[in-house]
């Protein structure tokens, strides 16, 4: 096969991996408009999930195989076949697919997990890959924990794999332990002295339990290596996993060095981070390189004054060439409606005439609170406002009641097409008055799994901003509320995931229809 020397394959592993982190949870609908995100983004390999590990993830992985063209669509397997019978199955509508087949390779882990001795973990490794290459000519091969791995052993089980059929040889930094000089190393001697490496492609997944995830990759990169498996905002188990925008970020900023390039459309990377967080409900850190609120700004004196001489001063990459907004503060209450259309255009937002009229009306009932409007205030306001169901609650109406000495409690007036429906209750709090009137409006009994309130922004009206998840029949949904009162922003939140619960509904009554 003809392998571009120079051209390293993003494999985006965030709706199986990052999906794995605790305290992430996404239910099919929106894994499919994070997948169709990764689409847009350009990268080149969806793991879409673990097929055979539940119901609800071969649906997923079966759902993106249908429906997202462009890239390859991966499905994980473990080294037996019914592994790859489901993998095979669910991939089955992709017109691009791989079969993506593990099994460790550490002393440790073929002792205690897996129970087996180095040939009995070579001999099924050989079978697995061979029984993929019936059903796809695509076959990826990781050696779990390779970075524990004896060289070896190593050496003689991707020789192994490569002369059975795989195409793409993994190897994992499974548990973080490797350093950039030794998975380097690793990578080069597997190259140079296996027979068959360089017809092949040699992937790196390196998790980041000692922060040196990225690093570690590149090193693997610069070593020949031309696959890098990654997850939007560095999710993952425990520490988390090699960061897409780091690594897609330092080939681009840093080609001087690598001479490499990928097929990821860089301005895409602020708005699909945006969409991880707040579909997965876990927060970007402030100084998290690249994506973080705090990449681009500037606070000391120094600072501003280089930057308004000279970007370049202190910035080694512009906000632009990563959709990063440039500007926090953009309109206020005497904006048109056209130029906030032509803002939300610029954020990355297709709107219809309506949506647009809707989030207008937000914007200027926020104007009236607060001075300035940012970006992140606008976003919020699109991001909440988006992808109704048909039949979705709306809320017309709060008051709550709290303070030393008194029972907290709220009163709700909740919309539902023509339906109006209104309830007061009491709770441990306003958050939770607010909640149980609303459980009580509607006559439906979810748990609260999540909650937590941020600030969008960071002056002191600040749009607060509420993100929760609850948990109805087994299935997790979570919701977004955005308010300059944080009571208000929580309740919305509230309905907002109640309304993706209905979403989820509507779309199973569709399927079985």
């Not at 020397?5 to 929106?30: C, H, M, Y």
């Not at 195409?167 to 350093?179: E, K, L, R």
């Not at 790196?204 to 990654?230: K, T």
């Not at 301005?267 to 699909?272: L, W």
Request: proline content about 3%; glycine content about 8%; hydrophobic content about 40%.
């Amino acid at each position: 096969m003809a392998i571009d020397k120079d051209r390293v394959i993003i494999f985006d592993s965030t709706l199986r991996d990052a999906e794995q982190a605790p305290g992430a949870s996404l239910n099919i609908p929106e894994k499919l408009e994070i997948a169709h995100q990764l689409n847009k983004l350009g990268v080149d390999v969806i793991e879409a999930g673990f097929a055979v590990s539940s119901p609800v993830q071969y649906e997923a992985v079966n759902l993106i195989a249908k429906e997202v063209q462009g890239p390859i669509i991966a499905s994980l397997a473990r080294t037996v076949q019914k592994d790859i019978d489901a993998a095979a199955k669910a991939l089955a509508p992709a017109a691009r697919r791989r079969i993506h087949t593990f099994t460790s390779t550490s002393p440790v882990q073929m002792e205690y997990m897996l129970k087996k001795n180095p040939a009995e973990v070579l001999a099924s490794a050989v079978e697995a890959v061979k029984y993929a290459r019936c059903v796809t000519d695509d076959v990826e091969f990781s050696a779990q924990d390779a970075s524990r791995s004896d060289q070896m052993f190593l050496r003689e089980i991707v020789q192994a794999v490569i002369e059975a059929g795989a195409t793409t040889i993994n190897i994992p930094d499974t548990v973080g332990y490797a350093t950039p000089e030794l998975m380097g190393a690793m990578i080069k001697d597997l190259i140079e002295n296996v027979p068959g490496a360089k017809n092949v492609i040699f992937s790196m997944h390196c998790h980041n339990d000692l922060g040196l995830a990225s690093a570690n990759s590149l090193a693997g990169v610069v070593a020949g290596a031309r696959q890098i498996e990654c997850t939007i905002n560095g999710l993952g188990e425990r520490a988390g996993n090699a960061s897409l925008e780091e690594v897609v970020m330092a080939m681009k900023v840093r080609n001087d060095y690598y001479k490499l390039h990928t097929g990821i459309k860089t301005e895409e990377i602020y708005r699909t981070s945006q969409m991880v967080s707040r579909l997965m409900g876990i927060e970007v850190q402030v100084n998290k390189a690249i994506v973080g609120a705090n990449a681009f700004a500037h606070e000391s004196g120094i600072h501003v004054d280089g930057i308004l001489k000279n970007r370049e001063t202190y910035e080694i990459m512009t906000p632009a060439s990563v959709g990063v907004p440039t500007s926090r503060m953009v309109l206020g209450r005497h904006s048109g409606k056209h130029g906030f259309k032509k803002r939300c255009e610029e954020l990355g937002f297709d709107l219809t005439e309506a949506q647009i009229n809707e989030a207008f009306d937000k914007f200027l009932e926020l104007a009236d609170k607060k001075k300035e409007i940012y970006d992140e205030d606008i976003c919020s306001i699109l991001e909440v406002g988006m992808d109704k169901p048909s039949n979705a609650y709306k809320l017309e109406y709060l008051q709550v009641s709290s303070g030393s000495g008194t029972i907290p409690s709220a009163t709700v007036k909740i919309r539902r097409g023509d339906d109006v429906l209104q309830h007061a209750a009491w709770g441990d709090g306003p958050v939770d008055a607010a909640y149980n009137a609303i459980e009580a409006a509607i006559g439906i009994d979810v748990h609260l799994d999540k909650y937590q309130i941020r600030a969008v922004t960071g002056d002191s009206k600040a749009l607060g901003e509420a993100v929760l998840r609850i948990t109805h029949d087994g299935r997790s949904f979570t919701g977004h509320g955005a308010s300059t009162d944080i009571v208000e922003a929580s309740a919305m939140a509230y309905i907002s995931a109640i309304n993706h619960m209905i979403r989820f509904n509507e779309t199973a009554k569709k399927k079985q229809a």
